[in-house]
T-cell receptor, first 114, second 113 residues
Framework: KAGVTQTPRYLIKTRGQQVTLSCSPI?????VSWYQQTPGQGLQFLFE???????NKGNFPGRFSGRQFSNSRSEMNVSTLELGDSALYLC?????????????FGPGTRLTVL | QKEVEQDPGPLSVPEGAIVSLNCTYS??????FMWYRQYSRKGPELLMY????GNKEDGRFTAQVDKSSKYISLFIRDSQPSDSATYLC?????????????FGKGITLSVRP
């Protein structure tokens, strides 16, 4: 079974630009979540999508948005980039199970904002 | 106070040592506890999860949860250089619609040959 795919793997942008990151979950998984990882704050939850609907959102400004398509692929967008947005953005493909869901992470997209 | 606190490290041990990694949490609603391992330039990989107080063993790894003290631990026996990575504890309050994970900041472990 193929794992979680994230594209691109590396990205360099300048302040004020916008960026779109893509995530393809594991086949059969209908839910994905996004996290931001920085040395200072660690891994922080951005949002989660299930069957094209956002059902949970973290404490990030409105510049961070996402969506999910009918094939479960997901994108996240960051507008008006700031230097502090430099981070590793991780997508997790969620397997629904008992007693708990399991989140499988992709390799991440490393975003550098100059 | 952060919801999940993890010893900052880094931690360096000789090969064969027993390693103890710890996290404390403040939110008593956390019910599910995970340990992830993250190698450099990779995404986190799930090592173990547990949802009840007590111990859970998987090979050289043992996860321990003490809900009364809001404390979880991961023990690694007979540590190997291949165990060198960043270890992250993670917790959630529920599954399904509220299964977001709250992570500790991670501790970097180095196992010296």
């Amino acid at each position: 079974k193929a794992g979680v795919t994230q594209t691109p793997r590396y990205l360099i942008k300048t302040r004020g630009q916008q960026v779109t990151l893509s995530c393809s979950p594991i086949s059969g998984h209908r839910s994905v979540s996004w996290y931001q990882q920085t040395p200072g704050q660690g891994l922080q939850f951005l949002f989660e999508y299930f069957s094209e609907t956002q059902r949970n959102k973290g404490n990030f400004p409105g510049r961070f948005s996402g969506r999910q398509f009918s094939n479960s692929r997901s994108e996240m967008n960051v507008s008006t980039l700031e230097l502090g947005d430099s981070a590793l953005y991780l997508c997790a493909s969620i397997s629904t199970g008992s007693p708990t869901d399991t989140q499988y992470f992709g390799p991440g997209t490393r975003l550098t904002v100059l | 106070q952060k919801e999940v606190e993890q010893d900052p490290g880094p931690l360096s041990v000789p090969e064969g040592a027993i390693v103890s990694l710890n996290c404390t949490y403040s939110n008593s609603a956390f019910q599910y506890f995970m340990w992830y391992r993250q190698y450099s330039r990779k995404g986190p990989e799930l090592l173990m999860y547990t949802y009840s107080s007590g111990n859970k063993e998987d090979g050289r790894f043992t996860a321990q949860v003490d809900k009364s003290s809001k404390y979880i631990s991961l023990f690694i026996r007979d540590s190997q250089p291949s165990d060198s990575a960043t270890y992250l504890c993670a917790m959630s309050t529920a599954t399904g619609a509220n299964s977001k994970l709250t992570f500790g900041k991670g501790i970097t472990l180095s196992v010296r040959p």
